[in-house]
């Protein structure tokens, strides 16, 4: 009898603020050389995706929460301006997902879904649909629960 076995993803932040830091290539090496298949970018430096083109690793790129404001009210023509500049111009780098915005505070809540929304619907429009939009939630905005996660219900609201 044959069994379907999972695959899992072994995933790194890769953050550019610090001093002395590694040449983008060795990064890049390293990365591959322990195994990573993901790696997440804060912000699409132009560097670090030409430097992971075409090396195999899913890339989660990151729209910073100061391009927020022009993602949500801009439309989708803001939007398209983002993923040519920050996707589409490497197309030997595999993304995965667009992160807009990081650890959004409660009072610029109301730019995200809009944001989003036109990014994803960008993404569609340039035949990106692949690609997937998400976000992260700070952690002092999940509620204090000494239940299991399982038992936990997330609510939004604005």
């Known amino acids: 009898m044959e069994s379907e076995i999972g695959t899992t993803a ?7 603020s610090g001093d002395n830091l590694p040449p983008t290539s060795k990064v890049t090496e390293m ?10 970018l804060y912000v699409p430096d132009s560097a670090v995706l030409a430097a992971l083109g075409c090396t195999g690793i899913r890339v989660v790129v990151g729209a910073p929460n100061y391009d927020r404001p022009a993602l949500a009210h801009g439309g989708t023509a803001a939007a398209a301006a ?3 500049e920050n996707i589409q111009a490497y ?3 595999l993304f995965r997902f667009v992160v807009v915005g990081n650890e959004v505070a409660s009072a610029d809540m109301q730019l995200l879904v809009p944001a989003m929304e036109n990014v994803h619907a960008a993404l569609a429009a340039a035949g990106l649909g692949h690609i997937k939009v998400t976000t992260t939630s700070a952690y002092a905005r999940l509620p204090s629960c000494s239940c299991s996660p399982a038992q936990l219900f997330l609510r939004w609201s604005p």
Do not use: K, Q
């Open 10 to 16: 072994v995933g790194v932040c890769w953050g550019m």
């Open 31 to 40: 990365l591959r050389e322990n195994g990573f298949t993901v790696v997440r």
């Open 82 to 84: 983002w993923i040519r």
């Open 91 to 93: 197309p030997t780098v």
